[in-house]
């Protein structure tokens, strides 16, 4: 299975300018990129804190969302989760799902990308700078990745997708 992370930046390197900040900065171009691509997989994993935000379930697509509290899922399209990446992986897997998007945040991001469970990031930057907010990642993760493609986003945003490169230890 494929596990591609997939990430709005300001130039900076800000998902959000604070936690309980929704994309309403993301050009409209990178939501419509965004809802295309994760319906064509069908499954997001997100955290608890991302999904808080959204406030709802996202039309075809099921959602696995990773949270210490216990919670109940919602239907069957969003799926409370405390369990290891891996087993949840596993789990999205034997579903049938042969891609599936990490969609946040931070502390998310950072843990795939740690446990070297991530083959693509795909990079929306927009033109902004926050100068502060929450960064892409939470903590020190050296990673090489490769550029594959650059699809431009309207006049001012661009995706830029990148394979992870696999260290040979």
Do not use: C
Not at 12 to 24: F, V
Not at 71 to 81: A, K, S, Y
Not at 88 to 96: H, M, T
């Amino acid at each position: 299975m494929k596990v591609i992370a997939i990430v709005a930046s300001t130039l900076d390197g800000k998902i959000a300018k604070e936690t309980s900040d929704n994309t309403s900065w993301t050009s409209r171009e990178d939501k419509k990129f965004f809802q295309e691509e994760t319906k064509k997989a069908g499954v997001l994993i997100m955290g608890r804190t991302t999904f808080d935000t959204i406030g709802r379930p996202l039309p075809g697509r099921k959602i696995f969302v990773l949270t210490k509290e216990k919670r109940e899922h919602i239907g069957d399209d969003v799926i409370f989760l405390n369990a290891p990446l891996k087993d949840v992986l596993l789990e999205i897997q034997k579903r049938g799902y042969k891609t599936v998007f990490i969609s946040g945040g931070a502390s998310v991001y950072t843990q795939f990308l740690k446990e070297d469970l991530v083959d693509e990031v795909w990079m929306t930057f927009e033109p902004y700078l926050f100068g502060s907010g929450i960064p892409f990642m939470t903590e020190h993760v050296m990673k090489l990745l490769k550029r594959k493609e650059i699809i431009p986003l309207g006049t001012d945003a661009v995706v830029v997708k990148y394979d992870v490169v696999r260290q040979r230890g």
